[in-house]
């Protein structure tokens, strides 16, 4: 027996291969030239959002990144309508005037990526400040990049969230990578979570490509947040398999490193070996879970598709109330 | 009607607010010990409490920020910027956040936080501490900005401001929160969006706002002995501004005149002016005069501040000549 029901394992595994399928399907018809703009892709990340995501409601709120499909649809976001907006169409959740950069869904608690590295710190604060003040047991999660760590609102806001004890869980995905800059030659410090010391927060380190750790380390943090024991730092070690933009040239690493990564620690084979080798899950169960998730993917494509451009007369629409 | 000062009139409108919507909090740097650098503040935390009148760490990033994230919450946060100096310390909150958050998320929010900024000279605040950067804001879509001149559109502009779901930025000037004037009493609300033709004239009008306004005045009263009829608006609202009001006007007088502390050049003169000139250049009978402060930070000796300054004779002199 496990002490993981069958309803979350089932979670964990859906909710990783969605979002893979998910990006997989992005970068094809992204470089099919469908897709405007610039996307980030989280494949290989998977297991960060998910694990931390099992541990959140509706009314708990997330800030993302750049990088930021995995995590919205770890949140609960439809997929047709976050393809959608993807495709800048008018079903999209930001009715095609955000993109990838710019994606969110309010109704899940998904206040929005970022297209500012370091940009959601402080509203994730805020939007702590705004739960405690309204006396509300919810928890606000920023999810931000190793990078992003070395930006200044990073700092304000770690120090402002244990200054007032605020509900917030700082995610660092420290996938080796800040942008093309490789994490050892700009970052002061090996482990981003050393940096709570200094803000008077816990800081714990997490295998991120283990959905299990994951789903531990917040579910903790989540606990004490909201019985009001404040701000937790969790650092998520994983690596970003895709360049930092689909298109990268990656002049900057070698295919053998990010190829030998991915077959070592592949956050779904992973999970797949683990809950096979445990007897938590038979493979058929994995095989019909993953069937469901690519026909849903190949529908949201469909959805996207179908569905119309904005009106070139809506540029005027929700900028002011 | 009573008179109370600006600075009173800001008070008055933000604990009559704050007791009806709790929803409403204030923070930023020094206001709830300190009541606030100017004395804005003082008394507040003693009827709503430390946490809806919160002093902050000096970090105007995350104070920013965490408004913007408060309204995303639910919540109505006023932000204080402590001096209009210190937004660029957190600009990319004010305007690649705060202002785009509701357009690029397709209407799926509404922000409602007002940005409190003391701006303008002081006596030897010099280059850091002594700034107007209203015309920033003029540029990015997303935001409203208003800028009193008298303590009773300090209050009914900081009310609207409050109640409006969207960001507004206030700027007070510091100079002005002694001046004291007639403030009605309870509800008082001034629209946002709004001139107010302060004076009725019918040779030249002159478009001003904040503490510009005084040298207006001055100007159209020298100038009335003149023969000239000066009509003086109160621009009251720079985002959006009212282009109705300034129509109507210049195709009554023919002739237009900007003045601003600011900056000249960029400055909201440079927008107002041509604007009119696009709508209505044929109903001008002299060119277009904007006054404004020389394109240099703001220096500090007494002399070369005083040089800095817009002077109510330069504005007399120049609209002598436009007849």
Known sequence: MTEYSKELLTYFYRTMCRIRLFEETVEKHFLNGEIPGFVHLYIGEEAIATGVCANLTKSDYIESTHRGHGHTIAKGADVNRAMAEIFGRKTGFCKGKGGSMHIADFSVGMLGANGVVGGGFNLAVGAALGIKMQERKDVSVVFFGDGASNRGTFHEGANLAAAWNLPVIFVCENNKWASTTPHGSQTSVENISDRAVGYGMPGVIVDGNDVFEVYEATKKAVERARQGGGPTLIEAKTYRIKGHFVGDPELYRTKEEVKEQFEKNDPIKRFEMKVLEEKWMTEKELAAIKEEEEELIKKSVEFAKNSPFPDASEIYEDLYV | ?323
């Open chain 2, 1 to 323: 009607m009573r008179e109370i000062t600006f600075s009173q009139a800001t008070l008055e409108a933000m604990s009559e607010e704050m007791r009806r919507d709790k929803s409403i909090f204030v923070m930023g740097e020094d206001i709830a010990r300190q009541g606030g650098i100017f004395g804005q503040f003082k008394g507040l935390p003693q009827e709503f409490g430390f946490d809806r009148v919160r002093d902050t760490p000096i970090s105007e990033t995350a104070i920013m920020g965490a408004g913007v994230g408060a309204a995303l919450a639910g919540m109505r946060p006023v932000v204080d910027m402590h001096f209009a100096d210190f937004m660029g310390v957190c600009m990319d909150e004010i305007f690649n956040q705060m202002a785009k958050i509701r357009y690029m998320f397709g209407g799926q929010c509404r922000l409602p936080v007002v940005v409190r900024a003391p701006d303008g000279l002081t006596s030897g605040g010099a280059a850091q501490h002594s700034q107007s950067i209203e015309s920033w804001f003029m540029h990015i879509p997303g935001i409203k900005v208003v800028i009193p001149s008298n303590p009773a559109d300090a209050k009914g502009l900081l009310k609207a401001a409050i109640r409006d779901d969207n960001p507004v930025i206030y700027f007070e000037n510091k100079i002005l929160y002694r001046e004291k004037g007639p403030v009605p009493e309870g509800e008082y609300i001034v629209p946002i969006g709004k001139a107010n033709v302060a004076k009725e004239g019918k040779d030249v009008t002159i478009i001003s706002y904040s503490i510009m306004m005084k040298k207006a005045f001055e100007a159209a009263e020298i100038l009335a002995k003149d023969g000239i009829d000066v009509e003086v608006i109160d621009l009251r609202t720079i985002v959006p501004y009212d282009r109705e009001t300034i129509l109507e006007s210049v195709k009554k007088t023919h002739r237009l005149v900007i003045v601003h502390e600011a900056v000249k050049q960029g400055g909201v003169g440079a927008e107002i002016a041509a604007f009119v000139a696009e709508e209505a250049i044929d109903y001008l009978d002299a060119p277009i005069l904007r006054f404004g402060a020389p394109f240099t930070p703001v220096p500090f000796s007494p002399v070369l501040e005083n040089a800095y300054r817009v002077k109510t004779d330069d504005i007399v002199n120049g609209i002598r000549k436009m007849f």
